[in-house]
Every structure is written in C-alpha cells, then in structure tokens.
C-alpha cells in the first residue's frame, strides 16, 4: 500500500479459497456462513520487512500451512523461496509470530494437534535453506492438559539468542548460532508477585517474549484449546 495516498500497490496470494471462519463449522446453517470452508491454512503471522544480508528489501512471514515464505516488496510480493517447517493445519504451522536478525529467519512451529508437535527452525535469508533445527525438547509436564511441545506464540530475536515458548510452559533461549538451548525456565508453578495478588503459570502462546530495559518479560497461563491456564507476567534479568 502507498503510505502517501492509501493506494493498493501489489497484492500476493499464496492460497486461494481459504475462507475459515472459527464459528462456521461444515454443518453450520447461519447463512451467512460461507458455503465452502477452507482448510485454515492462512497467515497468522504479521509480515516482518527487513533486509538480507545483500541489503535488498525482504518480507518474511510464517503461514498456518507450515511454511515460512521470503517475499520480494520491490516486485510486487514476488517469491523469493519458501520452506516446509512444519505440517501445518488446525493450531498448526506458524500461528502468531516469527523472528529475523537480518541473517536468518526464524520459524516456530505449532502442529498442536499432531503426533510431533513444536520445534523451532532457523532459515537462511540469503537462500532459504535450512540453518539448523533441534528435536523439539521433551514437555516440561508429565501429564495433563497442555502437555506437549507446541510453540505457536510468538518468537523474539536478540544477538546470540531466540526465545521462544511453548505449552508445556516453558520459556527457552536458542543459541541463534546452532540452535542449543542455553537456558531455559518451567512456569508452571504458583508466584509470589509484585502486587500481591496470586498468580500461576501455564501454557505459552499467542504474544511472544519482550526483551527491553535489560530484561526479558514473558507472559505465562494460556487456557484456550487445551492449554494450561494462567495469568502471569514474569520478569528475568538479562546478563
């Protein structure tokens, strides 16, 4: 769009006829559902406008479909390479947000409701090939509601680190280099909080992490599809 006059500039389309509406299940009879319902396979991510390490202009954006796409703005969205991360569906593929630090993208991966869910994969902006991507690590929790390794919230980069948190309630930071986890917190515990007022961890999803004064804040307790409920606002000091 042209900031200047509102102007639609370009418009890309990577999958046609995904007409999804949460409230418009295949039996509804509200008309004004649409007669067909596509697979939920749309953007959930907002698209990120950087550059490459050649100094040309990028968007990176995740999709719901489980690929990461690298779009090419001076030619109107044209593709420049897309990658598989994840199986992608219902709670599936990227759902909230991915992460550039100008050399690579990063994309993390929901698939909640499937076998193998989560993992977090870093792509190269030059190339669109694979940096690294880590087994997805085992559930904090033994069992219950949330139990698994979904990461659809959002991501968040700084030099040296990604993090990135999951349902099972746990917060990590991925080496950006070769994607270890360097550090890592379980949520799912009772605070004492700075208000007095109690507080409990859970599920990580939807907002991502916010590094900024020196510390990283992470919002914990997601109770929507299955997730485990809470509502806390954690603060870590970065060294």
Known sequence: MDLDTGALRWVRQVLPGDVYIAGCPPDSTNPNC??????????GNSPIL????????????GQ???IGWALDPDREGAVLWQYRAGQGGLLGGMEWGSATDGEQAYFPVSDLFTPAPGGLH??????GERAWYPPPPAPLCAAGPGCNGAQPGAVTVIPGAVFSGSYDGGIRAYSTTDGRVI?????NRDFETAN?????????????PTVAGGLLLVPSGYGGFGGRPGNVLLAFGID
């Open 34 to 43: 649409p007669e067909e319902v596509g697979p939920d396979l749309d953007f």
């Open 64 to 66: 719901k479909s489980g």
């Open 183 to 187: 550090w890592s917190y379980d949520t």
């Open 122 to 127: 870093a792509v190269s902006l030059a190339t």
């Open 196 to 208: 007095g007022v109690g507080a409990r961890g859970g599920s990580i999803s939807a907002g991502g």
């Open 50 to 61: 950087t550059r490459g390490p050649d100094g040309r202009d990028i968007i990176v954006i």
